[in-house]
C-alpha cells in the first residue's frame, strides 16, 4: 500500500538506490527493481530527478527550477512538492533527517 508524505519546503530529499534511469528523447525513464515499475519523468521530472543524484533541500530544487523554466513562484513550488510527494509514494526518493 502506498503512503501519502507530505513535503516541506526545508525537507531535504535524495534518490534511493535501486532504480535504472535512462534519457530516451529528452524525456528520463527509470525502472525500479525494488518494486519491478516503470516510470516515464518526462522532461521536467527528469532535471528534478537529477537535482536529486545527491540530498538538496525542497526549496533548493524549487529555485533552480525556476532559474530553468519561466514559472511564478506558486505554481513552482506547488508542481515540484507534488511531484517528489508522488515518488515518495513509489519508494523511489527518501527524506533526509
Do not use: H
Amino acid at each position: 500500500m502506498k503512503t501519502y508524505e507530505m513535503i516541506t519546503l526545508e525537507d531535504i530529499v535524495t534518490q534511493v538506490e535501486g532504480n535504472v534511469c535512462s534519457d530516451m528523447d529528452g524525456e528520463k525513464v527509470m525502472l525500479s527493481i525494488k518494486n519491478g515499475n516503470y516510470y516515464n519523468l518526462g522532461e521536467t521530472g527528469g532535471v528534478i530527478w537529477d537535482l536529486m543524484e545527491k540530498p538538496m533541500k525542497v526549496n533548493e530544487i524549487i529555485k533552480k527550477m525556476k532559474a530553468i523554466y519561466e514559472v511564478n513562484d506558486q505554481d513552482c513550488e506547488l508542481q515540484v512538492r507534488s511531484f517528489l510527494e508522488n515518488l515518495i509514494s513509489e519508494g523511489l526518493i527518501e527524506k533526509n533527517l
